[in-house]
């Protein structure tokens, strides 16, 4: 009996394996649902949704637990996997390998890895940009100010002391505006900007204005952009082609690694199953191929 290089025992490995593959089967769910909005609804309410993700306390716990489960779904998947191979006859193997699994079965482990490598990369793209990225576009909006004037200003967040804020002609506090809000009080506010969003006095720690991250902007222009945003575009659609494959024998065999099986259940999961295999990454597919082919 192969043990987990992760965990001891191989039955509580089965189980591990299968709970994390199921948690993130939940994941792809709500993850999903979310990404629609850039298709089904508008940049406000995909930004509102971004900001409730990236700070609502209960939703962080929920993000480590999953970062935890990709970690533990993938390395111990595949170093299980050459534990196996290791352990079995290679002449047994291609023998029997066609006639008992299928083409998904058969090749799990570089599924999944592959499936992490574009993980590493999308969180490159959108989560690390959002979290450290000096450069992170904030909401903007024109503002009237009077006399047929119209200003662009940053847009606060519900617990922004004040709703609006002056920027630069790139949408952000650049230097210039912070000196011109010094000069202008005479030397009353001398701000400063901490976690790429907060606006805060440096006389006295006075937080004057909380924007708003502009997730939306940064999506729709790594697909629409002119160079890159077709083969981001195709990448993606591939990534989601093998996710598929992956959750085509992944998820029924979630629940036959736990004993959820029988005559009449064991149907059900697998076409369920397979629904769920194809759907999902179909959906997530449809996202980036509409931004760049069919968004104005």
Do not use: C
């Given at each position: 009996m192969a043990k987990s290089a992760l965990l001891k025992s191989s039955i509580a490995k089965k189980y591990w394996m299968a709970l994390t593959g199921l948690f993130l089967c939940l994941f792809?769910?709500?993850?999903?649902?979310?990404?629609?909005?850039?298709?089904?609804?508008?940049?406000?309410?995909?930004?509102?949704?971004?900001?409730?993700?990236?700070?609502?306390?209960?939703?962080?716990?929920?993000s480590y637990l999953t970062y935890i489960s990709i970690i533990f779904h993938a390395v111990d998947g595949i170093l299980l996997t050459v534990q196996n191979k290791a352990a079995r006859p290679v002449g047994y193997a291609k023998v029997n390998a066609?006639?008992?699994?299928?083409?998904?079965?058969?090749?799990m482990a570089v599924l999944g890895t592959l499936i992490l490598v574009f993980i590493v990369t999308h969180m490159a793209n959108f989560w690390a940009r959002m979290h450290f990225d000096e450069k992170m576009p904030i909401v903007?909006?024109?503002?009237?100010?009077?006399?047929?004037?119209?200003?662009?200003?940053?847009?606060g967040t519900k617990e922004s002391p004040n709703p609006y804020f002056q920027v630069d002609e790139n949408g952000q506090f650049g230097p210039k505006v912070i000196e011109d809000i010094?000069?202008?009080?005479?030397?009353?506010?001398?701000?400063?900007?901490?976690?790429?969003?907060?606006?805060?006095?440096?006389?006295?720690?006075?937080?004057i204005f909380i924007g708003q991250k502009d997730l939306y902007k940064i999506t729709i222009d790594l697909f629409k952009d002119k160079k890159w945003g077709m083969a981001a575009t195709g990448l993606y659609v591939l990534a989601m082609l093998v996710l598929a494959f992956h959750l085509l024998h992944?998820?029924?065999?979630?629940?036959?690694?736990m004993g959820v099986t029988s005559r009449k259940l064991t149907p059900i999961i697998k076409t369920f199953g397979t629904a769920f295999a194809i759907l999902v990454p179909a959906l997530f597919a449809a996202i980036p191929v509409y931004i760049h082919f069919f968004l104005k």
């Open positions: 792809l769910v709500g993850h999903l649902l979310g990404n629609l909005q850039l298709i089904f609804s508008d940049a406000k309410h995909f930004n509102d949704y971004a900001l409730f993700m990236t700070t609502n306390p209960a939703v962080k716990i929920l066609s006639a008992s699994s299928s083409l998904a079965s058969r090749n903007v909006k024109e503002m009237n100010t009077g006399m047929g004037i119209k200003q662009r200003v940053a847009v010094k000069r202008q009080s005479m030397g009353q506010y001398d701000l400063a900007v901490r976690d790429l969003t907060t606006v805060y006095n440096k006389k006295d720690g006075e937080v992944g998820f029924q065999s979630a629940f036959q690694s």
